[in-house]
């Protein structure tokens, strides 16, 4: 400390709030040292705290006069410099620093205090590196941008970045979208990189491309007449009960019978309905008919009890309809098997919306709901379908690729909370089947995710419907899932989600609701520090958490090529033809 002069001393500790007097003689904004200047009065700066054999690290939180009411009081003699009131600043400890064979080390320690009277001093740009992390640590060093205070880079390990999942939060057009791409442009061409993208509106592989080795990249457009197709059987028990939201007593045990049961039915086109294999006419209906229902009730029990014949095709998604109506809708009477109304009108609904999905033009770009012969060898079996489809969306530690970016531009807005749920509840499914360590280490960015990490439905149903993604969330880690979560609405984002994620960057956001949810899901920001973000400009955000030693204001780093995601330049509209 003899290098430096002190600034203030410590006045007043109030539960864990440090209340520092400057000295008459410092009356500046800066303080020198001997390799510079550093900020002191500035809300967010930082100072030191002399503590022996420590050096205690301030973060100011507040300035003040002690005697407010009597700053430039007008006498006959006019004011003078001895008239004016001592100047307080007011912060709270957020670790301290040691140094050992001339290594200058930062622990995080929000417990510690300092004594009564303790000197205060500028922090040098040494100490202030420590505590921004020294990036020749890092096994693989990532760039964010540039810590807008002390003006210098700021670098992070890539563990410790994004093992705890990652959330990049703010408004359009403030820098998100460049901010992701400048981060993924330093991972994507690691030699034993997996990267999986939901790239919402296909503006990342133009910003990607360049800096993926040669063949490491594999890029899939969902949707429209080429598009990549997911065949419906191949969703699963998981994915089918995500994409068609059943209610929990009495329709989800009958699309369960339905699924398990769909590759043993074969379908009669323009009959509108299912029989067994060899049958010549169909059986089982979705529309609660009179009449056949001892022959319904017949095929339902071989279904049941596995002794249908597996078909050599899977039939289309509405043989799932019929499936679903006869095995619940079918009762003993007096007469016989008959189908009964009251119980078909408990899973209508279901019916409905599978109706409705077979129906649609939109969902049918990216879901195949016609009928299909299998690729795999083998009988028919949806588990082996579903491996397969995860396995081709998510990779294996033997793809060919590193890099694999979906295009969901050509996704309807109101099917991607479906559609993707389903993908996502199919993910989950297999990875926690797999157990830990038998996945590669991977990376899934979602971008623009309230478009789908939300729940759907209400009340105890929009509960269960969330159980995927936050089960990623929460346990994906252990089996080596990291998540990159991107939205410019965090208010329409599970808050389970957003709990789970350990290292923020905070762009511009403006709405009430949208500040509450970021202030409400996380540990590491006060809610002074989310107030600020309302405030940001473009390009500048706040970074904190686990993976950050404190709250930062950050420039961030820009990427290169950047992704499709500029402003309209309407200038144009004066440019005259050539």
Excluded at 106 to 133: H, K, M, R, Y
Excluded at 401 to 409: A, E, K, P, S
Aim: glycine share 8%; with cysteine.
């Amino acid at each position: 400390m003899n290098a430096r002069a002190p600034v203030g001393y410590v006045v007043e500790i109030d539960d864990g709030e440090i209340t520092l007097n400057l000295l008459d003689r410092h009356r500046g904004q800066l303080a020198s040292h001997s390799q510079g200047v550093s900020p002191v009065t500035e809300v967010g700066s930082l100072l030191g705290i002399d503590a022996g054999s420590r050096l205690l690290v301030m973060r100011v939180r507040g300035m003040s006069f002690a005697e407010p009411r009597e700053v430039h009081r007008r006498t006959r003699v006019g004011s003078s410099d001895e008239q004016e009131p001592l100047r307080h600043l007011k912060g709270f400890v957020v670790g301290y620093l040691t140094r050992s064979a001339r290594v200058t080390h930062f622990s995080n320690d929000s417990l510690a205090t300092p004594s009564l009277g303790a000197e205060v001093f500028p922090l040098t740009n040494d100490e202030q590196g420590a505590i921004a992390g020294d990036s020749t640590e890092f096994v693989v060093p990532v760039q964010l941008g540039r810590d807008v205070r002390a003006d210098r880079s700021v670098t992070v390990g890539l563990s410790s970045l994004i093992s705890k999942h990652v959330a990049v939060l703010g408004a359009s057009g403030h820098g998100k979208s460049s901010f992701n791409a400048a981060v993924l442009q330093q991972l994507v061409g690691l030699p034993n990189a997996h990267v999986v993208i939901f790239d919402m509106n296909g503006e990342y592989e133009q910003a990607l491309a360049p800096h993926i080795p040669q063949g490491r990249l594999r890029s899939t457009t969902f949707g429209g007449p080429d598009g990549y197709q997911i065949p419906y059987f191949a969703l699963g028990r998981q994915g089918l009960q995500r994409l068609l939201l059943p209610s929990e007593k009495t329709q989800k045990p009958a699309l369960t019978f339905a699924v398990e049961a769909l590759n043993r039915v074969v379908e009669f086109p323009g009959l509108q309905g299912v029989g067994l294999v060899g049958d010549r006419a169909p059986r089982l209906f979705d529309d609660c008919r009179g009449g056949n229902a001892t022959l319904a009730e017949q095929a339902i029990e071989l279904l049941r009890s596995r002794q249908a014949q597996i078909s050599a095709i899977w039939p289309g998604m509405s043989a799932l309809a019929s499936l679903v109506a006869d095995s619940y809708s079918i009762s003993p009477s007096r007469d016989g098997p008959k189908r009964d109304a009251f119980s078909y009108g408990n899973v209508a609904p279901l019916i409905s919306r599978i109706r409705r999905l077979v129906e649609d033009e939109r969902f049918r770009e990216v879901v195949n709901v016609a009928s299909a012969r299998s690729t795999l060898p083998g009988a028919l079996d949806w588990a082996n379908e579903s491996r397969a489809l995860v396995e081709d969306i998510f990779g294996t530690r033997q793809s060919p690729w590193t890099v694999h970016i979906i295009n969901l531009r050509l996704v309807a807005q109101d099917l991607m909370p479906l559609v993707l749920g389903s993908l996502l509840e199919l993910y989950a499914s297999e990875l926690f089947r797999r157990g830990q360590g038998a996945s590669p280490e991977t990376l899934l960015v979602l971008e623009e995710a309230h478009h789908y990490l939300r729940s759907v439905g209400t009340g105890d149903d929009a509960k269960e419907n969330a159980l995927a993604y936050e089960r990623l969330a929460k346990e994906g880690r252990k089996f080596g899932l990291a998540l990159w979560v991107s939205t410019q609405r965090p208010s329409e984002v599970s808050p389970t989600v957003l709990s789970q994620c350990g290292t923020w960057a905070c762009f511009r956001l403006t709405t009430e609701q949208d500040l509450n949810a970021v202030a409400n899901a996380t540990e590491w920001a006060d809610r002074r520090d989310v107030r600020r973000i309302a405030g940001l400009a473009k390009r500048h955000a706040i970074l904190f958490g686990s993976g950050i030693t404190m709250p930062t204001l950050l420039h961030t780093r820009t990427a290169s090529p950047p992704p499709r995601s500029e402003d309209p330049v309407f200038e144009e509209w004066a440019r005259l033809e050539d």
